[in-house]
């Protein structure tokens, strides 16, 4: 599985953004699907994550009723609405898959990462 994030930005505080992360291969559906970010000197820490039904769905309390994470397993696509931005959002965002079963220290794939910058 390759995964290709894309849809980053320079917007200011209180804007929206949404992140796509298209993954090829067949087996798309199988895997957990996340969103991470990193920003400077700072670890990467997972933003949001959704089973493969949607059933199930995590987020971070920092961005909780701010940002949606979505998947449509026919486009074998994620999605991360992101809606009032704030300054402290800004960081290189990362979409990672993993096998149901494994912990997110063990992620099977990684996206290349697009960079969010939000102004004030």
């Known amino acids: 599985v390759q995964l290709q994030a894309s849809g980053g930005g320079l917007v200011q505080t209180g804007d929206s953004l949404r992140l796509s992360c298209a993954a090829s291969g067949r087996t798309f559906s199988r895997f957990v699907m996340a969103w991470f970010r990193q920003a400077p000197g700072k670890e990467r820490d997972i933003v949001a994550a959704?089973?493969?039904?949607?059933?199930?769905?995590y987020y971070a309390d920092s961005v909780k009723g701010r940002f949606t994470i979505s998947r449509d397993n026919g486009k074998n696509t994620v999605y991360l609405q992101m809606n009032s931005l704030k300054p402290e959002d800004t960081a290189v965002y990362y979409c990672?898959?993993?096998?149901?079963?494994?912990?997110?220290?063990?992620?099977?794939?990684w996206g290349q990462g697009t960079q969010v910058t939000v102004s004030s």
């Open positions: 959704i089973t493969w039904s949607g059933g199930n769905i």
């Open positions: 990672a898959a993993k096998r149901r079963g494994d912990t997110w220290s063990e992620v099977a794939y």
